[in-house]
């Protein structure tokens, strides 16, 4: 919902993406202007079910205290979970009692330990993990990844050859079975590998680190800041940006499947410079502007 | 640029104004996205001399530390003043801080003291004063007047009647001017008034008050919130805001030129009905929608 980098052009604003997944639907940061962009998208603000902010550069958070009160002001009542870096809490917290503020549903805000890589949510079907990136101010990526799944039962086949209800769990495990004649049941006869289990990275604000391709290794999908040009690398190094060029090494380095940019600065009309320089080092590229909506299948 | 109140919608942003008088540029409250709003408009974001916040609800400021820090990537070098309730410092060094920013200009942040009528700005042709409002929180209204200007020299006949160059400045003062023979000259035979001084008052939020009127008495142009109509007058009431009644009772016993409305509740899907009710107390009113330009003259 957001492309842009601090300054905001007419067509990128501040960052912002929406995230849904296995029926859960995460915010990963939250620019000024986010509320008006889940309007202007036609997105359900109480559908939002955590909030991951990177870091406290405003142009990744300036948005998110206005988000937690107009989502009070519609009525929420269920619990809000916020992961953010240290001082979030503080600065949060500060504006809602500044302004008198009670919000009608309990905020959590867990701050992330620097520079480490954990777990922030975790159910069933899927996964979040922060990891490091390389900023001017401590800064996490996110990894969004569904859990292995289960292989998928030729349900005609089964019950064509008569195999039992009962055995269809342990088959879909991947488990043999012996039946109580002492036939074996060859779990690959009657089942299909599953679907393969999605992942997706998001990297914005950091530059080039190995320690962040080891963290976005073999995704299926990368976002990457890359902020400026390679005509521009000394900006990039000096303010803890990426290149095009930074990002593709990333890409390439950690086998991911495609690689998305974002985070473009605004001296750049379009994004076209970035994908040809990305692509001299990993073809699978492209720039993304505001809007934009991606499906993993 | 915003005349929604609390929850934005998809045509109204939150609180924010850009006035220009005599030169001078001021920006009145900065809800989030005002300086998106600015780049749609046009304007130039280095004309701001000013900027100047009513109260500490998100939806009057939250767009201002984002407006900073894109003024100072965009190459600002003259020192922002910056007037506003007890707390903004606080909060604005806060962000900046915690972002780890160094802005490239000079930032004075001036607190209003609360429940006074304080003059914030004064040069030779303007001046803008503070003063209080009635809310949940400490707010503040303000007041942007031209100076009254001297008397229009009629040039042609001062020339025709040989009147010197050197007694103008009298008469354009008003003030009769003896001449080196003796001779009366009057300054009104030689001067017509001055144009009448224009002023404008700014009332966002606020319930109805009495000493609201006698601040804003005799303006030209009131500007004040109407979030509620009548049949949420109960609503108007509990929140400390105002029916678009209320704001017409204000405009007739202050004797306003005209009134326009805003911070429209996001409830109301135009501003008729207000308009309605107001009417019913005073004519020369309208209610106002983004990017309305008004013009005194």
């Given amino acids: 919902m957001g492309?842009?980098?601090?300054?905001?052009?007419?067509?990128?604003?501040?960052?912002?993406?929406?995230?849904?997944?296995n029926g859960r639907t995460f915010l990963i940061d939250c620019g000024e202007g986010t509320q008006m962009r889940i309007r202007e998208y036609g997105l359900k603000f109480q559908?939002?079910?955590?909030?991951?902010?990177?870091?406290?550069?405003?142009?990744?958070?300036?948005?998110?205290?206005?988000?937690?009160?107009?989502i009070h002001m519609l009525g929420r009542v269920r619990p809000m979970t916020i992961h953010g870096p240290e001082g979030l809490?503080?600065?949060?917290?500060?504006?809602?009692?500044?302004?008198?503020?009670?919000?009608?549903?309990?905020l959590l805000i867990e701050e992330i330990a620097p520079d480490s890589t954990s777990v922030l949510f975790e159910d069933e079907k899927i996964r979040v993990d922060a990891?490091?990136?390389?900023?001017?101010?401590?800064?996490?990526?996110?990894?969004?990844r569904q859990k292995p799944r289960q292989r998928t039962l030729l349900a005609d086949k089964a019950r064509k050859d008569g195999i039992k209800f009962e055995y269809f769990h342990r088959l879909k495990k991947g488990e043999d079975v012996e039946d109580e004649d002492g036939n074996q049941i060859n779990f690959r006869e009657y089942t299909a590998p599953p679907p393969r289990a999605k992942s997706y990275a998001y990297c914005s604000?950091?530059?080039?680190?190995?320690?962040?391709?080891?963290?976005?290794?073999?995704?299926?999908?990368?976002y990457h800041e890359a902020t400026f040009l390679d005509?521009?690398?000394?900006?990039?190094?000096?303010?803890?940006h990426s290149t095009a060029t930074m990002a593709a090494k990333v890409a390439a380095e950690a086998n991911v499947?495609?690689?998305?940019?974002?985070?473009?600065?605004?001296?750049?009309?379009?994004?076209?410079?970035?994908?040809?320089?990305?692509?001299?080092v990993f073809k699978n590229c492209e720039y993304v502007i505001d809007g934009d909506e991606i499906v993993l299948d």
């Fill in 47 to 70: 559908k939002i079910d955590r909030i991951f902010i990177t870091h406290l550069h405003g142009d990744h958070y300036f948005g998110l205290v206005g988000l937690l009160s107009t």
């Fill in 205 to 222: 604000d950091t530059t080039y680190h190995e320690k962040v391709v080891e963290s976005v290794k073999n995704v299926d999908l990368l």
């Fill in 89 to 106: 809490k503080k600065i949060v917290e500060m504006q809602l009692t500044i302004g008198g503020s009670r919000l009608g549903y309990d």
């Fill in 131 to 144: 990891f490091p990136l390389f900023h001017k101010i401590p800064t996490n990526g996110f990894l969004v």
């Fill in 231 to 240: 005509v521009h690398e000394d900006r990039a190094r000096a303010t803890k």
């Fill in 3 to 21: 492309s842009g980098s601090a300054v905001p052009t007419g067509t990128r604003n501040p960052s912002a993406q929406w995230i849904e997944c």
């Fill in 257 to 280: 499947g495609k690689l998305i940019m974002g985070h473009l600065s605004a001296r750049y009309d379009s994004g076209d410079e970035h994908v040809n320089e990305a692509s001299a």
